[in-house]
Nanobody, 119 residues
Framework: QVQLVESGGGLVQPGGSLRLSCAAP????????MGWYRQAPGKQRELVAA???????NYADSVKGRFTISRDNAKNTVTLQMNSLKPEDTAVYYC?????????????WGQGTQVTVSS
């Protein structure tokens, strides 16, 4: 059952920008690491960016300097600002949450949003 809801995907020209947002229930968002993954046709799903509840963000080398991940703990949302987009950024982007307790960790995924970079 999908509990993470993404929005903001679409078609953009190379060099353009898009902003993805993900809304999560407080029970999933609060205190847990959030992230964005992407999957291009014929390729494995890969981590794009991650942000813990506190601490440093993490980015794939291919997006460093172009993408910025942030979280709003009051609104239970995580955002991915994507600038200087390239055709190779074309993929379905998924919001991810890792919810951990003393019993282990569980992964939660959104339904995905398509990002297409093309002229």
């Amino acid at each position: 059952q999908v509990q993470l809801v993404e929005s903001g995907g679409g078609l953009v020209q190379p060099g353009g920008s898009l902003r993805l947002s993900c809304a999560a229930p407080k029970s999933i968002f609060s205190g847990n690491a959030m992230g964005w993954y992407r999957q291009a046709p014929g390729k494995q799903r890969e981590l794009v960016a991650a942000i813990p509840n506190a601490g440093s963000t993490n980015y794939a080398d291919s997006v460093k300097g172009r993408f910025t991940i942030s979280r709003d703990n009051a609104k239970n949302t995580v955002t991915l600002q994507m600038n200087s987009l390239k055709p190779e950024d074309t993929a379905v982007y998924y919001c991810h949450a890792s919810v951990c307790s003393r019993y282990g960790c569980s992964d939660y995924w959104g339904q995905g949003t398509q990002v297409t970079v093309s002229s």
